[in-house]
């Protein structure tokens, strides 16, 4: 069974609001990736956590990670029509360079 | 943006056929990968390298074969495609260490 999964699955806004999305995981590690993928296109990185920290900002976008809790949240501030997109939170198990990829979460920004 | 490139972007071809997808990257990275990920779903990788005649099947079982005899390369060979092959195929790598992965923009293949 896949290690990250994603809520919610789908999810549309107006431009301006703010986009929550969840991700829980079931094992421990290393470091915690959130990714967004275009329609049509590769996954870009957006922000790296690992897992001592707790909380990340990069631009318009923060990320928390609660590693008692096996989660992670990604804000999306002011949203912009562009932000559409899916978006990915991945995870490495200890020990390994391999990423295991959540379900994802489709954002709709509606201009 | 990241220098990893796919080709073809596209592949529609008969069952039966030998089809090799390419990637290659310009970053030096020593760690590549190929994840398989079927329209809205997630990435299953399907390969891994991580280095020059290092190669590792990933966590779901594909028919597919890899090889790296360069750094900068890491092509995707299907000896005899199926429909049940019908996909999208994404190339990635990383560097040294703890490190974000570059995506290529996918080949998506339909096998008729």
């Known amino acids: 069974s896949q290690q990250g999964e994603e809520d919610p699955q789908a999810l549309s806004i107006q431009e301006g609001e703010n986009a929550t999305m969840n991700c829980s995981y079931k094992?421990?590690?290393?470091?915690l990736q959130w990714y967004r993928q275009n329609s049509g296109r590769g996954l870009v990185h957006l922000i790296l956590?690992?897992?001592?920290?707790r909380e990340k900002h990069s631009g318009r976008l923060r990320v928390t990670l609660d590693t008692s809790k096996k989660s992670s949240s990604l804000l999306i501030t002011a949203s912009r029509a562009a932000d559409t997109a899916s978006y990915f939170c991945?995870?490495?198990?200890?020990?390994?360079?391999?990423?295991?990829f959540g379900s994802g979460t489709r954002l709709l920004v509606r201009p | 943006e990241a220098d990893i490139y796919q080709t073809p972007r596209y592949l529609v071809i008969g069952t039966g056929k030998k089809i090799t997808l390419e990637c290659s990257q310009t970053?030096?990275?020593?760690?590549m990968y190929w994840y398989q990920q079927d329209p809205g779903m997630e990435l299953h990788l399907i390969h891994y390298?991580?280095?020059?005649?290092?190669?590792e099947k990933g966590d779901l079982s594909s028919e597919s074969t890899v090889s790296r005899i360069r750094t900068e390369h890491f092509p995707l060979t299907l000896e005899s495609a199926r429909p049940s092959h019908t996909s999208q195929y994404l190339c990635?790598?990383?560097?040294?260490?703890?490190?974000?992965?570059?995506f290529g923009d996918g080949t998506r293949l339909s096998i008729l």
């Open positions: 990635a790598s990383s560097g040294s260490g703890v490190q974000p992965q570059h």
């Open positions: 094992t421990s590690i290393n470091n």
């Open positions: 970053m030096g990275h020593d760690k």
């Open positions: 390298s991580y280095g020059v005649n290092s190669t």
């Open positions: 991945a995870t490495d198990a200890l020990r390994s360079y391999k990423l295991i």
């Open positions: 956590i690992r897992s001592n920290e």
